[in-house]
């Protein structure tokens, strides 16, 4: 018979397994006396796990959601799986203080040859640069929105002035998800004022109690939160990904030096010293100003605004390479 703590932890991992067991069953798989069951059942109590005892002609026990959290036990596989998911949001995210101290929790407790294995698979998650001034989000404020997003609540806060207001303006929403974007957080929300989608900064969101009432969630207009995310932000209705602007040129470099920096373009070998380059942006000046940042001969292919942004843009900058401004005399 085996000893009885490999024996109880034998037991919690089959309980851990979604599905209600009999002490038969139980007893089966491991390999001893329903009586043991019972007793090692009782020992797992005394450890705070939550284990049901389940009424009926067979009985059975079951695994419930506790009130704290007890010991853990994972196999191999989902001990890396849950190591590499933490080592990602050590890097740059929200909870990444609590992560590292979570991914060390665990490795210290590894056997050798799983620690080693994990040792093998570091990982090191490189976020995009972020901008000086990211903001840092409330953790608070995310555990109030989701709660919100969960009861189906309608939601009141107060909505800290940005770039283009100078008061705080109290906004009544049906919140739906909440996103990461570029370092940010964003909340994604029917605003019942104005009778629309919109997007909303979770820095700059006070939420306020209590929630509203509660209401039944509406479908996205395209259906799910990544198209819709991802086309608000290229300038688009929310229904597709597409850039509002997207033109094709020729460009006088090799395909290999145009594709790192071509973000989602479409680079196309066309020589050993040309490429074609097809690349979206949100507006006809914009796109002329990301394609001029090659630095070399742009042949434009189409359509006729973007040949005639760049038209606009080569006078803005012919007057700019005039424009000097006077060296400032020493300060008195």
Request: hydrophobic share 40%; proline share 8%.
């Amino acid at each position: 018979m085996q000893k009885t703590s490999s024996r109880l932890l034998a037991l919690l991992s089959l309980l851990q397994t979604p599905r209600d067991w009999s002490g038969d069953d139980l007893a089966e798989h491991l390999g001893i006396t329903s009586r043991t069951v019972r007793r090692d059942i009782d020992r797992l109590r005394e450890l705070d796990y939550p284990i049901k005892t389940l009424k009926g002609p067979g009985g059975g026990y079951r695994l419930e959601a506790g009130t704290h959290l007890p010991p853990m036990l994972f196999d191999d596989d989902q001990a890396v799986a849950l190591t590499v998911a933490l080592q990602t949001a050590a890097t740059g995210t929200t909870v990444a203080e609590d992560a590292t101290r979570a991914l060390a929790t665990l490795r210290q407790v590894m056997p050798p040859r799983l620690r080693h294995r994990i040792d093998l698979l570091r990982i090191t998650a490189v976020p995009p640069p972020a901008a000086r001034d990211t903001p840092r989000v409330d953790t608070q404020v995310l555990v109030d929105l989701s709660h919100a997003i969960h009861a189906r609540e309608e939601l009141r806060f107060d909505y800290a002035p940005g770039p283009s207001t100078s008061a705080d303006d109290v906004r009544r929403v049906q919140p739906h998800h909440l996103v990461t974007w570029r370092h940010s957080w964003y909340l994604v929300a029917w605003d019942l004022q104005r009778e629309d989608w919109r997007t909303f900064r979770v820095d700059r969101i006070r939420p306020r109690t209590p929630t509203g009432p509660r209401f039944t969630p509406r479908d996205l207009p395209n259906g799910t939160v990544s198209t819709f995310i991802t086309s608000r932000f290229r300038g688009n209705d929310g229904t597709n990904t597409d850039w509002p602007c997207q033109g094709e040129v020729i460009l006088g470099l090799p395909a290999a030096d145009v594709a790192p920096f071509a973000q989602d373009g479409i680079v196309e070998e066309l020589g050993p010293r040309h490429c074609r380059l097809i690349l979206g942006s949100w507006s006809w000046t914009g796109l002329a100003a990301a394609i001029g940042r090659f630095d070399t001969d742009i042949e434009v292919i189409g359509p006729p605004q973007l040949a005639t942004a760049f038209g606009v843009l080569a006078a803005r900058y012919a007057h700019a390479a005039r424009t000097t401004r006077p060296e400032a005399g020493p300060a008195r």
